[in-house]
């Protein structure tokens, strides 16, 4: 007998139920939705502006140790609405 029942089984393209942020404070790793109505309904930081931008944010993600590396003052972007303006993209 089982004690687990009434799963939900929420299949989304990762860009639709990623976050603009990293799943920890020190590494590169792409946050997530925590939300159950954000997993189901892959509302997801990037839904709306697609998987191209989604790839070249994460991409070219830098934290500050990265950035520091290659000898910059900070990143050049730290969310989507900063990537967003550092590559000059409108009316998405």
């Known amino acids: 007998m089982s004690v687990v029942k009434d799963f939900d089984f929420i299949v989304q393209e990762k860009y639709r139920i990623a976050k ?3 799943g920890s404070g020190n ?4 946050g997530s ?3 159950i109505s ?3 309904d892959g509302t997801g930081s990037f839904s709306k502006v697609g998987v191209k931008i989604f790839d070249d944010f994460w991409m ?3 934290t500050t140790e990265m950035a520091r590396s290659a000898k910059l003052r900070k990143p050049p972007y ?3 609405k900063k990537y967003l303006k550092y590559r000059n993209i409108k009316n998405v």
């Not at 590494?27 to 792409?30: D, F, H, R, S």
């Open 20 to 22: 603009d942020r990293p």
């Open 38 to 40: 954000e997993l189901k």
């Open 78 to 80: 730290a969310n989507l």
């Open 33 to 35: 939705c925590v939300k």
């Open 27 to 30: 590494t590169k790793n792409i």
């Open 60 to 62: 070219n993600y830098m």
